[in-house]
């Protein structure tokens, strides 16, 4: 059983920055993939960023590409998610997922395991 906690969401002001994290344990494969998600109101969930646990291979998608910026820390087993330059349509409850292996995926379907996760609100 892996379990995903993060933290660190808030309201910002466009331009502002936050920093989330996500604290993973239990029984956590040697090789996985951490990635961020997001789900605003009315969309569809969409892919923001990923990481491979051992070489930290790094994967964005375009509209945060330059913003946002994904790292690991392999002793406490988080990953983090750096978000700069926010904007409006950042706005949305971001969450934590993992994949066993070491390709990142853009899917969703391809995590199986979920956080529960953490609200970002960028006002204008």
């Known amino acids: 059983q892996v379990s995903l906690v993060e933290s660190g969401g808030g309201l910002v002001q466009t331009g502002g920055s936050l920093r989330l994290t996500c604290s993973a344990s239990g029984r956590l494969p040697g090789t996985r993939v951490m990635a961020w998600f997001r789900h605003a109101t009315g969309k569809e969930r969409e892919f923001v960023a990923a990481i491979t646990w051992r070489m930290r291979n790094t994967h964005y998608a375009d509209s945060v590409q330059g913003r946002f910026t994904i790292s690991r820390d392999y002793l406490r087993d988080t990953v983090a998610l750096q978000m700069d330059s926010l904007r409006p349509e950042d706005t949305a409850g971001y969450y934590c997922?993992?994949?066993?292996?070491?390709?990142?995926?853009?899917?969703?379907?391809?995590?199986?395991?979920w956080g529960q996760g953490t609200k970002v609100t960028v006002s204008s």
């Open positions: 997922a993992l994949r066993e292996g070491t390709i990142p995926k853009a899917r969703a379907n391809e995590y199986r395991s």
